[in-house]
């Protein structure tokens, strides 16, 4: 880490527990900074992999449910017109 060493000769001029406390709190702050970046890296992970499974659901919906609302449209256009049918011979009593 960029100043790492300045800060670690000013500590060692205040005596061992001002250099100590100074290097924990740099061992802190660099596991803080692994820590992120494997967290960063397991969510851009994620990320795409979701992204993946969208692309794919929207491929889904366009090529297999698009087509099966056209054929229920036209089955219930047959069905309502038989229906209309049924009922005008019924009104009619044949």
């Known amino acids: 880490m960029p100043g790492t060493g300045e800060a ?3 500590a060692a ?4 527990e001002a250099c ?3 290097v924990v709190v740099l061992a802190m702050l660099g596991a ?5 970046r ?3 890296s397991t969510t851009s992970a994620r990320e795409k992999a979701l992204s993946d499974r969208i692309i794919e ?7 297999t449910l698009v087509r099966l609302l ?4 036209v089955t219930n256009n047959a069905a309502t017109k038989a229906m209309g049918q049924l009922l005008d011979r019924l009104d009619s009593g044949q």
Do not use: D, N, P, W
Not at 57 to 63: G, R, V, Y
């Open 8 to 10: 670690i000769e000013a």
């Open 13 to 16: 001029g205040q005596g061992y």
């Open 20 to 22: 100590l406390l100074v």
């Open 32 to 36: 803080f900074g692994i820590l992120s």
């Open 38 to 40: 494997f967290l960063l």
């Open 57 to 63: 659901l929207e491929a889904f919906i366009q090529t």
């Open 70 to 73: 056209e054929e229920c449209k």
